[in-house]
């Protein structure tokens, strides 16, 4: 496990020993000797970039873990996404991720083993397009220079889910309007958007990774159950998903380096509120 070799390291020291980075920040000799003291974590923790050729991670129990790739040493300390990731996974079920944290109960019952419905399931898009729109307007649009590192990543689902609803309705069925977990979500990811930059950034993390991870799974399912398991428009992507997924983890990470520990522990914080709005949405693939 990752985790004692960190240890050894940390204890010994003789990890690092032989190396130097090859930029001009300090020795990794240096740095063993620091780390062996211990008192370098939260400084690293809010300074990723003083190694910046240094392959050094903080692993979730504190401890550290070092990766040496070919000759050079090469790396970043622990990202801020995966502090995002780590924090959303523990709000999964065990029935949902097997990162999950929370245990299953009668409210939150893998979809797969519960019966959808047509009209359920377009109430779900419904609502999932205007809070792509949402997303979509306020990073297009936006004054803010954050948020406009998030234009056109490829992730946009908006355009695709006018196909599906098209494809729908020319089938003959009737597209609803969007119902209060959509429109309520909406509001609130444009209030957050104008008044809490780290706020909005978990939601837009949390929405675009959810689909391509969960979302992508109960899509699939809900297409073999109700679908004759035809794919929607919403579960395809132009270009590689893991690259174009690496670029947003990486501008999120850029963008939170200069946040102060604070903004982003109040980030952080938003992840909830994010499972419990994309929850009710999700709900929505049930009713009827
Ligand atoms: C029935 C509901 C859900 C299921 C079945 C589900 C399932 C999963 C699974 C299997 C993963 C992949 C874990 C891995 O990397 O091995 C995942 C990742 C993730 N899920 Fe969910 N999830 C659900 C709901 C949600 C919700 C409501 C949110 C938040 C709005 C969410 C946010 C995330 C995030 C951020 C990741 C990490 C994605 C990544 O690292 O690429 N999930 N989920």
């Given at each position: 496990m990752a985790g004692s070799t960190a240890a050894a390291a940390i204890v010994g020291g003789s990890l690092y020993g032989g190396y130097t980075a090859?930029?001009?920040?300090?020795s990794l000799r240096y740095f063993a000797t620091v780390m062996k003291k211990n008192k370098i974590s939260p400084f690293l923790k809010n300074?990723?970039?003083?190694?910046?050729n240094t392959s050094v991670q903080i692993s979730s129990t504190g401890l550290w873990e070092s990766k040496k790739r070919s000759r050079a040493v090469v790396v970043s300390a622990k990202m801020f996404v995966d502090e995002m990731r780590s924090v959303a996974m523990k709000l999964h079920t065990k029935d949902q991720a097997k990162e999950g944290g929370r245990k299953s109960s009668s409210s939150n019952k893998?979809?797969?083993?519960l019966q959808p419905s047509v009209e359920g399931y377009l109430k779900f898009l419904v609502d999932s397009k205007i809070v792509y729109d949402t997303l979509e307007s306020i990073v297009q649009n936006s004054a803010n220079p954050s948020y406009?590192?998030?234009?056109?990543?490829?992730?946009?689902?908006s355009e695709k889910l006018v196909k599906d609803l098209e494809w729908f309705k020319k089938l003959g069925h009737t597209i609803p309007e969007p119902s209060s977990p959509g429109t309520n979500y909406a509001r609130y990811l444009e209030q957050l958007s104008e008044t809490d930059p780290p706020g909005f950034i978990c939601h837009f993390y949390n929405v675009y990774f959810a689909h391509s991870a969960g979302g992508r799974m109960i899509g699939k399912k809900v297409a073999g159950m109700i679908l004759d398991d035809k794919e929607l428009?919403?579960?395809?992507?132009?270009?590689d998903l893991k690259e174009l997924l690496q670029h947003v983890r990486d501008d999120i990470n850029e963008i939170a380096n200069s946040w102060s520990r604070e903004e982003k522990d109040h980030c952080l914080e938003q992840t909830a509120m994010s499972f419990e709005c994309s929850g009710e949405i999700l709900q929505l693939v049930l009713s009827s």
């Open positions: 090859s930029d001009k920040g300090p300074n990723p970039s003083i190694f910046p893998p979809i797969g083993k406009a590192k998030f234009k056109n990543t490829g992730l946009e689902r428009e919403f579960y395809k992507w132009d270009g």
